[in-house]
């Protein structure tokens, strides 16, 4: 009787372990190497990967332009080349994200976004702002054949990995 419950108890912890672990460790956000990240951030860049797939990139290239990189999973149709992503922190107003000649640069399954300026040490961005501070991103994006997809990206751990891809001591504000 003895074993037969410790069996019991070994195996609901091994399936505690498997359905909390996976999507968790996923979800966070964390900070990394990326080649494209300026050296004056140290090379580093704020990603997150979230139980549908999706991967998402933030880092400072140089000029100081903030970028962020959406991929897709495989298994999807491309991305529309006419329709950048949205993204909506929490409860806030879903904001399409482009560049000055008012597009994103969708390729295939990935789309590069501005999303701010770093000048003087300062970063003015609602948006920045809401991703540190935020709990939930919900990112909703055009594909070319299949309609609309959305998905949503724990913020947990961004604060820390979004200013690791900052330079050291920049300000971020919003408006």
Not at 71 to 79: D, E, I, N, V, Y
Not at 128 to 138: A, I, K, P, R, S
Request: aromatic share 4%; glycine share 10%; hydrophobic share 40%.
């Amino acid at each position: 009787m003895a074993l037969a419950r410790r069996a019991r108890l070994r195996h609901i912890a091994t399936l505690a372990v498997m359905v909390a672990l996976p999507g968790a460790a996923a979800a966070e956000w964390r900070s990394v190497a990326h080649a494209e990240a300026h050296s004056e951030s140290g090379g580093r860049a704020a990603q997150a990967v979230n139980e549908d797939g999706y991967r998402l990139t933030i880092f400072m290239q140089d000029a100081g332009t903030l970028i962020g990189v959406l991929q897709l999973p495989g298994g999807l149709a491309a991305l529309d080349e006419l329709g950048c992503p949205t993204l909506a922190v929490d409860d806030t107003t879903p904001e399409r994200l482009h560049d000055p000649a008012g597009r994103c640069q969708p390729n295939g399954r990935r789309a590069r976004i501005r999303i701010a300026y770093v000048s003087d040490g300062a970063v003015d961005s609602q948006v920045l702002l809401q991703l540190l501070n935020g709990e939930q991103l919900t990112v909703r994006v055009r594909l070319k054949e299949a309609g609309y997809r959305e998905t949503r990206f724990t913020l947990k751990g961004s604060k820390q990995a979004l200013k690791s891809a900052l330079p050291p001591g920049t300000v971020v504000v919003g408006d």
